[in-house]
């Protein structure tokens, strides 16, 4: 789908383009969301750039995605997306500056742009050229990867006192299962986070050196941006600190209630080992067994093995052992 962005007295007003109208010519920002190849060659006729393809927009080496080419700045970065599901992804989009025109290629519809979208139809002044519609999406991504580093923080602190608070009473063993499974995708969520900051670290290196006319007002946006960008990825290298803390916590703490169960096993082993020797021992079979025929001969063997079961027991209680 091709849209096309244009300026009036409020804002940008969106129009879907049909592939036999022709493009205005006050057009601010075309935007190509999962476009057609008729779609994507209307655009670079009418800018005289080449889109990349989607294939291309998957290169990682900075060459082929932060270039220069016939006066057009081709930038494609990585975002976090389908924050909403249990299985976020991170999708590739390119931004394409020619002049005071902005074309976007995306294959996907994250929030940051539909929020931007609705933004820019109220806030002319903020979204007149291409440039400026170029920054105010990034201020929109970066706003939503704080959202998401918070997102990870708030979750992390969650587990952290699932994992650290002590047992009360008698209560259920915890599962461990699912702390492992929510640390994971904190982690997972936190270093999505963390590929698209680089991602977007490197763009505005970019863009801030490359020879375009930017106004100071763009610039200083990118500034902004920059700053926040450096910020942010300190913080998400932080939480990625605590993922591996709270990991090896939880793990600790798995081999802990591991060596409980152990010790369990041990003491009942220790406990039933005299009175089994005690049975084994009139279990013999010799005629002569000192109290084998007195009358009180079998309680006297039952109760010195329950004596010797529960003494085991209670000397293991008294050094703390259980």
């Excluded at 999708?91 to 020619?98: A, W």
Aim: charged share 20%; aromatic share 8%; net charge negative.
């Amino acid at each position: 789908m091709l849209s096309v962005f244009l300026p009036n007295t409020l804002g940008l007003s969106r129009r879907a383009q049909a592939p036999t109208e022709a493009m205005p010519a006050d057009a601010v920002w075309l935007d190509l969301l999962e476009p057609t190849i008729a779609e994507e060659k209307k655009v670079e006729e009418f800018l005289a750039i080449d889109v990349p393809t989607r294939e291309e927009m998957r290169e990682i080496e900075t060459s082929n995605r932060l270039y220069e080419e016939a006066g057009a700045l081709y930038m494609t970065v990585t975002l976090v997306t389908k924050l909403e599901s249990d299985a976020p992804e991170n999708n590739q989009v390119t931004f394409i500056l020619k002049g005071h025109r902005l074309a976007t290629n995306r294959y996907v519809d994250p929030l940051p742009f539909r929020a931007f979208i609705a933004y820019a139809e109220r806030h002319l002044t903020q979204c007149s050229t291409g440039p400026a519609v170029f920054a105010g999406l990034l201020e929109a991504i970066v706003n939503r990867i704080a959202d998401v580093l918070e997102r990870a923080g708030s979750d992390l602190d969650a587990i952290s006192a699932e994992v650290f608070s002590p047992p009360r009473g008698r209560s259920r063993p915890r599962d461990f299962r699912s702390v492992l499974q929510k640390v994971g995708h904190a982690g997972d969520l936190n270093s999505k986070a963390r590929e698209s900051l680089a991602s977007l670290s490197r763009m505005l290196v970019f863009v801030q050196q490359a020879p375009i006319d930017l106004t100071p007002d763009v610039r200083s946006r990118l500034k902004t941006i920059a700053r926040d960008v450096t910020q942010m990825a300190d913080h998400a290298t932080f939480l990625g600190a605590k993922v591996n803390f709270i990991l090896d916590a939880t793990l600790g703490m798995v081999n802990i209630d591991q060596n409980n169960i152990l010790k369990i096993f041990s003491v009942v082993t220790v406990v039933l080992l005299p009175p089994s020797v005690i049975g084994a021992m009139f279990g013999m079979n010799f005629d002569l067994i000192p109290t084998s025929h007195a009358a009180w001969g079998f309680w006297g063997a039952v109760g010195l093995m329950g004596i010797s079961a529960v003494v085991p027991f209670l000397i293991f209680k008294w050094r703390g052992w259980l």
